[in-house]
């Protein structure tokens, strides 16, 4: 009976070994079959799950932002967490409107950089931060309804590009 609890035992074990093997292998692949736009290869679960989501790519991380800040670039940056259920809600609204506004808004994951909560004033997630001259001009904090951030576009992003276009004329 012993020997019988000891075989159900080890055969358990043996396989929780083998599913987590699967699973390490199965995410490794998925870091290396993608474009890893991270930068780094210990990625947390929920990041690689959305690897290859069209709703989660034009991703742009700390070091880039703060550069491009530095250089005094107007942009639109959308701070989310992929596990954070109002950012899953959001964002399959907010790109397609970013998209058919033709707005290039950039994508910093929260979840894998931790330390851009502090950098740029995150107090909840999702936030969407508007910068012009490398500085904040304005945000929009939460899953709020789709015409606040259509909104928000045309006062930012739209009469930022008539301005360039006049003075490119």
Request: net charge negative; charged share 25%; aromatic share 10%.
């Amino acid at each position: 009976m012993q020997k019988k609890m000891l075989i159900i035992l080890g055969s358990i074990v043996v396989l929780f070994a083998a599913l987590y093997f699967v699973i390490d292998y199965k995410n490794q692949q998925a870091i290396g079959d993608n474009e890893n736009p991270y930068g780094k290869d210990d990625l947390e679960q929920a990041t690689i799950d959305q690897l290859d989501d069209p709703n989660y790519q034009n991703q742009i991380v700390p070091d880039e932002l703060s550069e491009q800040l530095h250089n005094g670039e107007d942009m639109v940056v959308y701070f989310y967490d992929p596990t954070c259920p109002h950012c899953q809600e959001l964002t399959p609204r907010l790109v397609p409107i970013a998209e058919e506004m033709d707005v290039d808004m950039k994508k910093l994951n929260l979840l894998e950089f931790r330390d851009a909560w502090d950098q740029y004033g995150i107090e909840s997630t999702p936030t969407l931060i508007y910068f012009e001259n490398g500085e904040e001009v304005d945000r929009v904090n939460g899953a709020q309804q789709d015409d606040i951030f259509r909104a928000f576009f045309n006062e930012y992003v739209m009469n930022d590009s008539e301005n360039n276009d006049e003075q490119a004329s």
